[in-house]
């Protein structure tokens, strides 16, 4: 072989050895801004679906029944914004949170946990 083709042969390799190493650091680097960005997104859904049940609850706190829309859409943002194994702490934070408001009031409003909860179990 001559020297120019030796030449050739490894700027070739090395080439083609830089586009993997690029690649590869190119998917990790948006993997891991995809991982930082999930829990985020958790915390954000849960903050809004907490900031949407309270209003609910401000709205119903004196009618006998819950609007069956109200519900859904409760249950369907905390299933399409959440991850599948946030759901059972999400649902243990509200019902906790929910049992604590409904000590406070001396109201048991059984309707809209039983509704939401029975959604997803």
């Keep these: 072989m001559s020297q ?7 700027r070739d390799q090395w080439k083609h050895k830089a586009t993997q190493r690029g690649e590869r650091e ?5 993997q891991h ?3 930082q960005a999930a829990p985020d997104r ?3 859904a849960l903050k809004k679906t907490q900031a949407r049940l309270r209003q609910l609850e401000a709205q119903l706190h004196g009618l006998a029944t819950l609007p069956k829309v109200d519900v859904v859409h409760v249950a369907l ?3 399409l914004d959440a991850p599948v194994q946030e759901l059972n702490r999400q649902l243990a ?6 049992k604590a408001a409904q000590a406070k009031q001396g109201q ?3 309707k809209l946990v039983s509704a939401v909860f ?4």
């Design 42 to 44: 958790v915390t954000t």
């Design 33 to 35: 801004a995809r991982l």
């Design 4 to 10: 120019c083709s030796k030449m050739k042969h490894r």
């Design 118 to 121: 029975c959604v997803f179990r």
């Design 77 to 79: 943002r905390l299933f």
């Design 26 to 30: 190119r998917y990790q680097r948006k």
């Design 108 to 110: 048991i409003n059984d």
């Design 93 to 98: 934070v509200l019902e906790t949170e929910q």
